[in-house]
């Protein structure tokens, strides 16, 4: 993957301080309805309180039901980590007043989350890396807070209670990460296993995935940790990386000036490159968690977690070690695929549509050319591979029926229009002649038509051979076999000095 | 039959609506003017909806007339509650009524959705006349802390009629309605049944949705009938009772028919008690008990005996730390279940110039909230604070536990139903436990360790001292609710001759007066002396 290495400052504070970070996210999950409530989560684009119901607008009377999927989604998220599942776990109310927190508290899990335990594999360009993590739990969204100006000029909060009770889950890692690229590569890493099992689109830019990170800076590795920073507002992995990399630098250059740390909430300004100061954490917020009475214990029965565990897909890491290790992709290939569930689709499928293909020439025409050409096509096209057809236009790469130059086009054909390999293949005469008499004869003719060139060859200067293969090309509208032809001039001309 | 409908019991309403000697136009119309005419001097109703009651009652007539049509068996298919008139707590939701929960701060609101429980109701065909006085978010004992002035028990208009569902026992004492719905948390239902001389039931917990109803302490919080007798409230409870999906705490329990089967006849009620075990609880004569109140529920326990039960003194140790336990739960709840009355989304909202929300909400709650909310806000929000939740809540819900074990040892033993006060007193003056809130908590002595339980309770009359009604308390094991109603409707068998039974409410015939000073009036001339 992309080895963006962490920049020069920061390694050198962290040559004097090692980085002590905590990663918590919070994601959508994908569920068709709300949390506690029937109001559908395709909010998106929708006008302003059109999802909303007596429950997710927190009016009185109004009671919580729980959302069976969302606790599914969480409990196979659990398994896809080896969390620990509590045969009873039960709900929460975190009571804090904030606008777009209509009940005045979160419906959340406090002591009892679902998931518990876990870790996550990640490569990182020093190698191999373990995150463990603390816990996943499930809560409830707040509603959108929306600033903008009223008629009079007058400054006004709007709330967008479409998104209130839609379901989260908080996974909270513990103190392990010690640099910003192992925390964007968490992220990364968290958002693929998120969407193999799919739990989530986990897509930053649109707030379905958000990651916070709590930094702190000690000098030695059996120090206490030193004073913590919460890093907010991180709307890409690439902003993970960067904002981590700019506190630990921050806060080093405090640190040596003698200065004291406070604990604080910091925002990631993309634009300015830097982080600033949100607001002070005095003291810890008192959240008076207790027990939530309008819902009952949830208590998971083992035969379900049993179910949930059998129906986990292939996880993300144990499919990157497959490719390398049982289908010979190099690390790259296999990441890239992994990365990519559209790309692994095609791969798979087309590996498994036809027989005898060889991974990792597959694995090239996927991680290459497919992705290159459906990246470049307008999303209203609908680009898209038919694994059949990859399977053909590879094979007949590899058997020499076609230009490899050719295949590219017959691909991007393919995926922008759908139509059949073998039909643009014959529309457009890609069908390469290997057909050694057939072009011999027409070698024959591009010598006699070119007498200097031919001179030329036989003179030595080799150089002139492409120029003859041009023309035998020209001739065939391109589907001359060009190794054949120049074997055929070599044969008449001699070797030319052939380099 | 008297002529007078507003003095029938519900079920006697029930056969003149089927024989149609009587039409619900009728019998809400009787029952408004009665409302109209004395809630002045009572106070009870909130909002007394004519044009919506008529319509309803219309409403029923119109599927009543085409069931005579269709024969007995369409008849019959008629729920008992068909037509017949039924107040709400001022704290149920009706899509597009008010819902103040006796408090400042919903004034305006309206809901945009029925309660579980009015969705039921509207189905089985009764007829909403409108929506009672309460103490504010249910919390109270005396009907003192509505925003919208205290309720006089038509008993002795200078009393209080208990609370917090006040309103809905006195409009039932008063003949304003048979029936009537309340909730009870720590004796809501029960205490003022039994100071305005009615039958009053707390279910089991979970037997009937919350759905739609605004929530003082949630899992104390159960809904209830008020009625005259026994057979009224427990076709009341069939009509609300069973699962609902929209409260995940109400318990997937069918609703037994035998509620709707209680005996018409004293005798046949009576001969039920014959061979019955009843416990009396020790701990439930506490101090401070009025001793007329204490031999009025001697006397009953004879009745009870007389008939052929054995009642045996009982022990639940634990009653006496119930209240101080009782006092840390239902407020951490209510701490947070009214931290939704913000301003931001309904209700009375203060907006204060260039200040930050939480100057808005400060103004807003500030002004929205009553002095009694506010100290079980504070209460509750203490109980919870980081340092004081393992010393009060876990504390207080293992003394929870305790209590619940009480009663199961109790039960476990064979005995059928407890038998004990409803109240430590009957109906006390207006201002007499303003002033001292724990003397007010102490009404519910005797009530809050069954919302504690989860157990049903039901109060009903027995008896009166000095002329004020005396209420007697039957508990029993959870959804043992048609045991409880049987038991009842045997009490009122047992004392069917008894002269107490025929003594309409004293100062009824004063609420007619309407130039007479209002609750409001009485209670501030009280506490002027």
Request: hydrophobic share 40%; proline share 6%.
């Amino acid at each position: 993957m992309n080895p963006n290495s962490t920049s020069s400052s920061a390694s050198t504070a962290l040559d004097r301080y090692e980085a002590v970070i905590g990663i918590e996210v919070h994601c959508q999950l994908k569920t068709a309805s709300k949390m506690f409530c029937g109001c559908s989560t395709a909010y998106d684009g929708a006008e302003p309180n059109t999802h909303t119901c007596p429950v997710c607008l927190g009016l009185p009377g109004a009671l919580p039901t729980i959302n069976r999927r969302a606790v599914e989604l969480v409990l196979a998220t659990g398994a896809a980590i080896n969390a620990r599942t509590p045969a009873a776990t039960r709900w929460d109310r975190k009571n804090y007043f904030y606008p777009d927190l209509p009940k005045g508290y979160q419906i959340s899990q406090y002591d009892l989350p679902l998931a518990a335990g876990g870790s996550l594999n990640l490569d990182t360009s020093e190698g191999p890396f373990t995150v463990g993590i603390t816990r996943a739990h499930l809560e409830e969204d707040t509603a959108k807070l929306v600033h903008a100006p009223g008629s009079n000029g007058e400054r006004l909060s709007l709330v967008d209670f479409n998104r209130s009770g839609a379901p989260l889950m908080e996974i909270v890692t513990e103190p392990d990460i010690r640099t910003a690229e192992q925390a964007r590569r968490y992220a990364e890493e968290l958002q693929l296993l998120l969407r193999a099992i799919g739990a989530s689109d986990a897509d930053m830019e649109r707030g379905q995935m958000r990651v916070e990170a709590n930094v702190s800076l000690r000098r030695g590795g059996t120090e206490p940790f030193g004073t913590r920073v919460e890093v907010k507002n991180m709307n890409s992995f690439r902003s993970v990386e960067r904002a981590i990399t700019f506190e630990i630098e921050r806060q080093a250059t405090l640190i040596d000036a003698g200065d004291e740390l406070v604990m604080e909430t910091r925002g990631w300004s993309d634009d300015r490159g830097e982080t600033y100061r949100m607001r002070a954490k005095e003291t810890s917020d008192d959240y008076r968690y207790f027990p939530e009475p309008d819902l009952p214990p949830l208590r998971v029965d083992p035969a379900w977690l049993q179910e949930i565990r059998a129906a986990l897909p292939e996880l993300p890491a144990l499919r990157r070690a497959r490719y390398r290790d049982e289908l010979g992709l190099s690390p790259y290939d296999a990441a890239v695929l992994v990365a990519d569930p559209d790309a692994s689709r095609l791969f798979e499928a087309t590996l498994a549509a036809g027989a005898g293909l060889d991974p990792k020439s597959v694995a090239n025409w996927v991680t290459g050319d497919y992705l290159r050409i459906r990246n470049a096509a307008p999303s209203e096209a609908a680009p898209h591979a038919d694994p059949l057809q990859v399977g053909t236009l590879v094979r007949l790469v590899v058997d020499g029926a076609i230009s490899r130059v050719n295949a590219k086009e017959v691909l991007e054909a393919h995926v922008v229009s759908g139509q059949a390999v073998a039909s643009i293949v014959a529309e457009r005469g890609f069908r390469q002649i290997s057909d050694v008499d057939a072009l011999g004869a027409i070698v024959d003719a591009v010598i006699a038509a070119n007498p200097s060139a031919a001179a030329d060859i036989r003179g030595g200067k080799g150089q002139a051979i492409g120029f003859l293969v041009g023309q035998v090309m020209k001739e065939t509208r391109g589907q001359a076999n060009a190794v054949v032809v120049q074997a055929a001039i070599r044969a008449r001309l001699g070797d030319g000095g052939a380099a | 039959m008297t002529t007078d409908l507003t003095r029938q019991a519900a079920h006697e309403m029930a056969l003149a609506l089927r024989d149609g000697s009587v039409s619900a136009r009728d019998l809400a119309v009787a029952h408004l003017e009665a409302a109209e005419r004395q809630n002045r001097a009572l106070n009870a109703w909130l909002t007394i909806d004519r044009p919506a009651a008529l319509a309803q009652a219309d409403a029923t007539d119109a599927r009543l007339a085409a069931a005579r049509r269709d024969g007995p068996a369409a008849i019959a298919a008629l729920h008992p509650l068909h037509g017949i008139p039924v107040a709400l707590k001022d704290l149920i939701s009706v899509e597009g009524g008010q819902c103040t929960a006796g408090s400042r701060i919903l004034e305006g609101y309206r809901s945009p959705y029925d309660a579980h429980i009015v969705e039921r109701l509207r189905a089985a065909g009764a007829v909403f006349l409108g929506k009672t006085n309460m103490d504010e978010f249910a919390m109270g004992s005396s009907n003192e802390y509505s925003a919208y002035g205290p309720v006089s028990n038509p008993w002795d208009l200078n009393t209080v009629p208990g609370g917090s569902s006040g309103g809905s026992a006195a409009v039932v004492a008063a003949h304003h309605t048979p029936l009537s719905l309340g909730t009870d948390t720590g004796g809501s239902i029960r205490q003022p049944a039994a100071l305005c001389g009615i039958v009053g039931m707390k279910p089991t917990y979970g037997r009937v949705s919350r759905y739609g109803i605004v929530a003082f302490a949630s899992s104390l919080d159960q809904l209830g009938p008020f009625a005259r007798n026994a057979r009224d409230a427990a076709a009341l409870l069939h009509a609300i009772a069973g699962r609902d999906e929209r409260d995940s705490t109400s318990a997937p329990i069918p609703v037994p028919d035998e509620l709707l089967q209680l005996p018409a006849s004293d005798d046949e009620a009576a001969a039920w008690l014959r061979g019955k075990r009843f416990g009396l609880p020790r701990e439930y004569f506490v101090a401070g008990m009025d001793p007329d109140v204490e031999r009025r529920i001697r006397e009953s326990v004879a009745f009870i005996e007389d008939a052929g039960a054995t009642v045996e003194e009982v022990s639940l140790p634990h009653t006496d730390y119930g209240l101080a336990a009782y006092y840390i739960v239902a407020p951490a709840e209510a701490s947070a279940n009214l931290a939704r009355y913000d301003g931001v989304r309904f209700g009375q909202s203060r907006r204060l110039e260039a200040a930050d929300f939480i100057a808005d909400y400060l103004a807003t709650r500030g002004e929205g909230f009553g002095a009694e909310v506010k100290r079980r806000i504070m209460l509750g929000t203490y109980a919870l604070s980081a340092g004081y939740y393992d010393a009060f809540y876990v504390k207080a819900q293992k003394v929870r536990t305790l209590i619940k074990r009480d009663f199961d040892r109790v039960f476990a033993t064979g005995i059928d139903a407890l038998v004990a006060p409803t109240s430590p007193t009957v109906a006390f003056r207006f201002g007499a436990r303003l002033a001292d809130p724990v003397s007010m908590y102490l009404s519910d002595a005797c009530t809050l360790p069954v919302n504690m339980a989860g157990l049903p309770g039901v109060s009903i009359p027995c008896g009166l001292s000095e002329g004020l009604p005396v209420g007697l308390q039957l508990i029993g094991p959870a959804w043992s609710e048609p045991v409880l109603f049987r038991a009842a409707r045997a009490f009122e068998g047992v004392t069917a001759a008894a002269t107490w039974r025929d003594q309409e409410p004293t100062d009824l015939g004063l609420a007619d007066d309407a130039s007479g000073p209002t609750p409001a009036q009485r209670a501030a001339a009280r506490a002027a002396r």
